[in-house]
């Protein structure tokens, strides 16, 4: 089974301060991904990464970077937290790139 | 520009019941995938839907997919309790236009 591991389920921040989110994958897939879930607005696309150190922007990657040093880590950093990136996000990886896309369970983060 | 809408966002249902969730989206597609997720949890696939007319199975839960009308339904079947969900629809447009979106979620309650 794919398994796709995300380093922290709960997270609690303050405005301002430096957030890193990791994202492991163990099934040698090109691609992944990261996006945002909020309530009565699905899943928004964040950034994804084809290749290794390749990232491309997704629907919303304002106040985000990210970071691919090798293939099966893909870290999200928030540079300067806000209050209204509070929210769950979901670290995927897919084996093709159109190809099905695997989750990690998920990071809470609250910004206080 | 890609638009997925899926509806309803709440459906509260009881045990034994059918029910059918609706997914429009606005341009081609490639797939079509529907994704389950319990609380707290990640997204799990359920069904891939690749061409016009598709229909797949999985106990209670029927998925087909109208490219035609670019609508795609998730039927359920005697619900019960352990159905008790959010079921997500995405539509995969990135061969053509590097584009994946999700629908909002259709968060189900079945009730005994």
């Known amino acids: 089974d794919v398994k796709v591991t995300q380093s922290s389920r709960y997270l609690v921040k303050r405005t301002g301060e430096k957030v890193f989110l990791e994202c492991v994958q163990d099934?040698?897939?090109?691609?992944m991904f990261w996006y945002r879930q909020d309530p009565g607005l699905g899943l928004r696309l964040i950034y994804f990464?084809?290749?290794?150190?390749?990232?491309e922007k997704g629907d919303i990657p304002e106040g985000y970077s990210v970071s691919r040093e090798k293939k099966e880590r893909f870290s999200l950093i928030l540079e300067s937290a806000s209050t209204n990136q509070t929210s769950m996000y979901l670290c995927?990886?897919?084996?093709?790139?159109?190809?099905?896309?695997?989750f990690g369970e998920g990071s809470r983060l609250t910004v206080l | 520009e890609l638009k997925v809408e899926q509806n309803p966002l709440f459906l509260s249902m009881q045990e034994g019941k059918n029910y059918t969730i609706y997914c429009n989206y606005s341009?081609?597609?490639?797939?079509l995938y529907w994704y389950r997720q319990d609380p707290g949890k990640s997204l799990e696939s359920l069904f891939v839907?690749?061409?016009?007319?598709a229909v797949k199975q999985e106990g209670r839960l029927m998925a087909s997919l109208d490219t035609k009308a670019r609508l795609s339904t998730l039927h359920i079947t005697a619900a019960v309790h352990d159905l008790s969900a959010t079921y997500f629809c995405?539509?995969?447009?990135?061969?053509?236009?590097?584009?994946?979106?999700f629908g909002a979620g259709t968060r189900l309650t079945v009730k005994p």
């Open positions: 995927a990886s897919s084996l093709a790139w159109a190809g099905e896309l695997f």
């Open positions: 099934m040698d897939h090109e691609n």
């Open positions: 990464s084809y290749d290794v150190k390749m990232k």
């Open positions: 341009t081609t597609s490639d797939r």
């Open positions: 839907l690749l061409s016009n007319g």
């Open positions: 995405a539509v995969d447009r990135r061969s053509n236009n590097n584009d994946m979106r």
